[in-house]
Every structure is written in C-alpha cells, then in structure tokens.
C-alpha cells in the first residue's frame, strides 16, 4: 500500500500540545490525593492501608474493567472524539468527587481519573504514532509523557496551595471542571489524523487470535509490558507516599513538603523529553539503544532512591537532592518503551497495546502498589525503628529489579527480530 505523508508539522505540534495538556490535567486528578493525604486521612479516620485503598482501588477496579475495551475502541473508531469524551468525563466525575461525605464515595469518585486515562491515553499514543515518524517517535512521545510529570508538578505545587488555601474539596472540584472545559478544546482545535498501515516488527501475529494474545505473542512486547509493570508499580508507589514521607520522616511542612515534591516533578517532567531525544538520537546508529536507555535510568535511579531513603532527617539537605535526581532517572524509561512498543505491534493494535501497558499501571502501580505500600508500613509498625513507611518504600523500590531483568530480555528479543530481517513500523 502506498503511505501518505505524515501531517504538516505545525498541526502534529497542535495536537500533540493538546494532547499533552489533557493527560497533565489527568494525572494532576490522579496525583492529588497523594498532596491531600493528610487532611482526607484525618477527616475520615482513616489507616494507611485504607488511605491507600481510598486512593487507588476506585481507579484500579475501574481500568480493570473498561481499560483493553476502550484501547480497542481506539484502534478502530475516531480517536479524538474519544479522547474528548473520556477526559471531559474523567473531569467531571473528578469534581463530584468534593461532594464526598464518606472514604467510599471519594473512592468512587476516583473511577473518573480511570475512565479518562483508560480511553484518553491509549488513543493518545495512538495518534501520535501516526503524526511522526519512528525516528522521531521517542522524542515525540517524551513530549507527550511530560504531561504526567507537568501534572505531578501542579498536583504537588499548585494543588498543595489550592487545598491549603480553599480546603480538599474546592481542589478536586477546579481540577475536574478545567478538565472538562479542556477536553471541549480539544474537540474543536484537532482533527483526526490518518491511520498508517506500515508493516511493524510483530506485524506477523494471526489475524484470527485476539488483539490482547496477538499483542502477549510478540516477545519484544511481552517483555516490555513486563519491565512496566514493575516499574509502575515501584514509581507509583514512591510518588503517592514520598509526599508524607517528607512530612513524617523529614519532619517538613505541607507546603514545603510540595515545594520539594514539585522540584522532583520538574525534573521528571524535563527527563521524559531528553530521554526521548536521546534514543532517537542513539537508537539511529545502535537500535539496541531503544531499551538501553531505559536500562540506564532505571539502573541509575534504584540506588539513589535506596540512599535517599537511608539518610533520613540528619542529611535534610542530601535527601532533597538523591530524590530530586531519583526523579530524574526514574522517568527515563517511559518515552523510549511507548514508542518501541508502537513500533513493534501492528498499526491496528496500537490502541490495545498501550492499553495493556497503561491496564498494569493502573491496577498494579496506582491500584496495588500505594495499598501493598500501606499494608507493608502498617504491618511493620512496632517491629522496626522508626517510622514503617521507610522500609515499606525501600522494599516497593526493590521491584525496579524486575524491571531490569525485563528490559535485558525485550532488548535480546528486539536484536533477534532486527536479525530476522523485520521491520520497525
């Protein structure tokens, strides 16, 4: 089949600006109770294990079920309707979420940060991989993953001055209607971009199997969503309790506990666009670089996240710093594993592939990692010195291991399909 040519570039910057904005208002919904943990924990009562489960579980049970549905949805229907509707959706269920007068309403209201992820992000990585080329797909989508660090950013900074300035219900309520009101944007400022049909490295799956077993068959992929789930769920973990870490263990204000939580964030959210830039710049002379640079920033961020952790408030001034660059590093596998995922799944699973990725963060990193994190620190009060959710975070961190192991295998995988002569789409 003949190729059109990818959009104009000021339209694929557009979109690819819209798309960004939506997902940082998306993750600044997701990220915000980790900066109202403790005024939700002290109005309802609640454990750590039950603040856990308030913040993750309405999110994780509810991108269990819609989350593959929806990436399908994104492979065969108009993509930018979807992701207008989802996020304004998303939005909306977000702000019903400050007339909350139980733990179990709030929790239920957080379904609104799955419905928009789990039909705004897989559509979203979708698009992008048919404005640029894979060349420059990395950067790209390093662009696109600077929402979730920008989000971060807001949540931490902003969202801490929101909540103590006008309370936790008057933030939930800003958050979701602005992102209500930008998803209307984007239905009216971007077009839907074609579809390209360029053969793909896992182009050879049957057609006749499922899109998710088409998707698990192809070993680059596996082990990609694989190295994923681990690192979500060690990432996840760290960001939704470093927050009242730095207030219970280094003794600092909620504000200036979201001052340093909003540095980490800045430096996550300038990783994500270097570290794409990178593997596009290293991956054209070794594509083994895809997945190196991943190797290299998780490879680097697990001992500084183990160091910081081991200082505690005698070296104020350090941990600041180790977590600052934690951060950093720690972002450093994301644009490079969307984009080789996209570029090793056919065009026409795309949407299910990403889905599958972003179903593990949700139900593992943002379900099961904050809870297993809570159940760890309550479990380990009055066996260790000090305060629990040290140790119970340093052994969340020690699943970045598996990640690691997982990337080495994607990235043997990846040299033997470039071997057998496939093609990268």
Not at 130 to 149: H, K, T
Not at 162 to 175: D, K, N, V
Request: charged share 10%; net charge positive.
């Amino acid at each position: 089949m003949t190729e059109s040519p990818y959009p104009a570039a000021t339209r694929a910057r557009l979109t690819l600006l819209m798309l960004a904005s939506l997902s940082a208002l998306a993750f600044m919904d997701r990220q915000i109770l980790a900066v109202l943990l403790v005024p939700v924990k002290a109005e309802f009562g609640l454990s750590d294990l039950q603040v856990g489960l308030v913040t993750g579980l309405g999110f994780a049970l509810s991108f269990g079920l819609i989350g593959v549905p929806l990436g399908r949805l994104a492979d065969r229907h108009d993509r930018r309707r979807l992701v207008a509707w989802t996020r304004g959706l998303g939005g909306a269920l977000t702000a019903l979420g400050a007339l909350a007068g139980s733990a179990g309403a709030l929790a239920a209201s957080r379904m609104g940060g799955a419905v928009s992820d789990a039909g705004g992000g897989p559509a979203s990585m979708s698009m992008i991989a048919d404005l640029y080329p894979p060349q420059q797909r990395s950067a790209a989508i390093g662009v696109f993953a600077m929402g979730a660090s920008a989000g971060s950013l807001l949540a931490l900074v902003l969202g801490a001055w929101l909540a103590q300035a006008h309370g936790w219900r008057w933030t939930l309520a800003l958050i979701g209607l602005t992102s209500v009101l930008a998803a209307l944007l984007l239905r009216l400022l971007v077009r839907e971009p074609l579809r390209r049909g360029m053969p793909a490295l896992a182009g050879s799956a049957a057609p006749h199997r499922g899109a998710v077993r088409a998707v698990w068959d192809d070993p680059v992929a596996r082990w990609l969503i694989v190295a994923a789930t681990f690192a979500l769920l060690a990432g996840y973990s760290f960001g939704v309790w470093n927050f009242a870490y730095l207030m219970r263990v280094l003794g600092l204000s909620s504000q200036q506990a979201g001052g340093v939580a909003g540095l980490s964030a800045l430096a996550s959210l300038l990783a994500t666009p270097f570290s794409g830039a990178l593997t596009d710049r290293l991956a054209r002379r070794e594509p083994r670089w895809q997945m190196g640079v991943p190797i290299v920033g998780v490879g680097i961020a697990l001992p500084l996240g183990w160091v910081y952790l081991a200082l505690g408030a005698g070296h104020l001034q350090a941990s600041i710093l180790l977590t600052i660059a934690f951060a950093f590093f720690i972002a450093f596998w994301i644009a490079p594993t969307y984009a080789a995922l996209s570029m090793v799944v056919p065009p026409e699973r795309r949407g299910v592939a990403h889905s599958m990725v972003m179903l593990v963060g949700a139900v593992g990193g943002s379900g099961i990692g904050p809870v297993l994190c809570g159940a760890l620190s309550d479990a380990l009060a009055g066996h260790v010195s000090g305060d629990p959710l040290r140790p119970a975070l340093a052994l969340m961190l020690a699943l970045l291991l598996g990640a690691l192991a997982a990337l080495a295998v994607a990235m043997r995988a990846h040299g033997r399909a470039r071997a057998a002569g496939l093609r990268l789409g």
